[in-house]
């Protein structure tokens, strides 16, 4: 029997560490939460935006998280399974966490199974075609020669760029997510996948809402908040799967 057998499945997304307000006190929390992830968690999926921002240069590492990575690490080591998936504040990840900590990293949604039960898993932007120009944008940001224009930038003028425009996305704050997430979207696209074959659970990040939905004939379809104003996870015990806030515990 493996080691984990029995153990829980906890998913976390859109921590943005490195915004305001309060990063630091954000992170600690976050810290705690891997204490108990570690305690009877056998997976963890982080579904994108863990950080604000971040760019993997060949020599240099950007400031900051050095805890919550160090912890990471403490728990990919007692033998947690760690996924990755890159959100869009932090698709610039690439093969940084793997290398250093053993972490497993996605860029797009990608199926697992876990105690029988089929799940589709991902940070949850682009998911269809509803949002014709973000998906555009995305794919000038993912392109090769975007990331190579970026990385032979100073670090000192490519994370001012960055700051800058995290900065005006968040002044246009919930209005900008709004727009990125189209109301429907993930039922559509859960509704599309569901013709192809059976998934008993969605799970996405992005949108900065919690959903926890049936769709189709017997499959739920879930989006699991956000680490700024609450400090929400999903678990997943083998049979259910449900939205908690961990400031509430
Ligand atoms: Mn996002």
């Known amino acids: 029997m493996p080691e984990h057998a ?3 499945a906890y998913f976390v997304a859109d921590t943005h560490f490195g915004a305001p307000p309060d990063s630091a006190a954000r992170e600690a929390d976050f810290e705690r939460w891997l204490d108990k992830v570690k305690a009877d968690g056998s997976k963890l999926f982080l579904l994108g935006d863990i950080f604000d921002f971040w760019f ?5 590492v950007p400031r900051g998280f050095v805890r919550v990575l160090g912890k990471l690490a403490e728990l990919a080591d007692s033998g ?7 959100g869009n504040h932090d698709m610039w990840v690439f ?3 793997k290398k250093e900590i053993g972490i497993k990293t996605h860029t797009q949604p990608t199926e697992f199974e876990i105690d029988g039960k089929l799940f589709l898993v ?3 932007d ?3 075609n509803l949002n014709k ?7 000038v940001f993912a392109s090769r020669l975007c990331q190579r224009a970026f990385a032979a930038l100073h670090p000192w003028v490519g994370f001012s760029i960055a700051t800058k425009w995290s900065r005006s996305s968040r002044r246009k704050g919930k209005k900008n997510i709004k727009k990125q997430c189209r109301p429907n979207e993930v039922l559509v696209f859960c509704k599309a996948k569901l013709q192809e074959k059976h998934y008993d659970f969605f799970v996405f990040g992005h949108c900065h809402r919690v959903e926890n939905e049936a769709v189709g004939e ?4 879930l989006v699991i908040g956000e680490w700024i104003e609450n400090r929400n996870y999903a678990v997943f015990d083998g049979g259910e799967i449900e939205v908690r806030d961990f400031a509430k515990e």
């Open 218 to 221: 017997s499959s739920r379809y």
């Open 126 to 128: 682009g998911l269809t």
């Open 56 to 60: 993997s240069y060949k020599y240099v």
């Open 80 to 86: 947690v399974e760690i996924h990755f998936f890159t």
């Open 95 to 97: 093969d940084y966490l």
């Open 6 to 8: 029995n153990k829980k």
């Open 133 to 139: 120009s973000y998906n555009a944008l995305k794919r």
């Open 122 to 124: 991902g940070h949850g």
